[in-house]
């Protein structure tokens, strides 16, 4: 099955700089790539995804890029925030009868005010 | 309009009891996904349903069992409750069962 890979588990940044998380996967066929923020004791918030015919996607501050022959993927928060403070998952999943993402472990990512 | 709800938000059982949790998705929404969350990891699918049938189902044990109904809620069945089941478990929602999920608020079950 698949297995996704995510680093780091924790990343601690200044407010306004920028934080980057990377994730690889195992599974060649997998073709969509979701990042959920989880605010603590709150439910998962789908942040921005990104599907294997693009390399790049926006959306105003946060970005993700894809490699598909690397097979890894990376979220890109800009200008960072203290309500950026969180923790972060990936996601893979292949396509089929049904979308099932495997997630990654997660990263705490600590905004210093 | 509302999004996933879930109930109960929190339960304590004692070992070998049985819970039921359960979840309403997003009006339009007819697939229903189970996750487990275990404090520090991120989701392990357990189920997913669409349409009242079964379509995925992750690596648990026979102890769980899920359901949908007609009007496309769920339910999530565990039975002989061990400690290591103590964990949030979420539920998604989305259109079909394709791509983007909406998650609920979670139960968190303690098991005692």
């Known amino acids: 099955g698949e297995n996704v890979e995510q680093h780091p588990s924790t990343l601690s940044v200044q407010e306004g700089d920028s934080a980057v998380i990377k994730c690889t996967y195992s599974d060649s066929a997998s073709n969509y790539f979701p990042w959920y923020k989880q605010e603590l004791g709150k439910r998962p918030q789908l942040i921005i995804d990104i599907r294997s015919n693009v390399g790049e996607k926006k959306d105003q501050r946060i970005a993700v890029t894809l490699n598909k022959t690397a097979k890894h993927f990376s979220l890109h928060i800009t200008e960072t925030q203290p309500e950026d403070s969180a923790v972060y998952f990936c996601a893979a999943s292949r396509p089929g009868g049904s979308y099932i993402p495997t997630f990654g472990r997660g990263t705490s990512l600590i905004v210093h005010p | 309009d509302a999004g996933v709800t879930q109930s109960p938000t929190h339960l304590i059982k004692t070992r070998g009891q049985h819970v039921t949790l359960r979840c309403s998705p997003i009006?339009?929404?007819?697939?229903v996904s189970w996750y487990q969350q275990v404090l520090g990891q991120g989701p392990q699918f357990i189920f997913q349903y669409y349409e009242k049938e079964e379509r995925g189902r992750g690596n648990f044990p026979d102890r769980f069992s899920a359901r949908q109904f007609p009007n496309y809620s769920s339910e999530l069945n565990v039975n002989a409750l061990l400690l290591g089941d103590s964990a949030l478990y979420l539920c998604?929602?989305?259109?079909?069962?394709?791509?983007?999920?909406?998650f609920g608020p979670g139960t968190r079950l303690l098991v005692l």
């Open positions: 009006s339009g929404h007819k697939s």
């Open positions: 998604a929602s989305s259109f079909q069962g394709r791509e983007t999920q909406y």
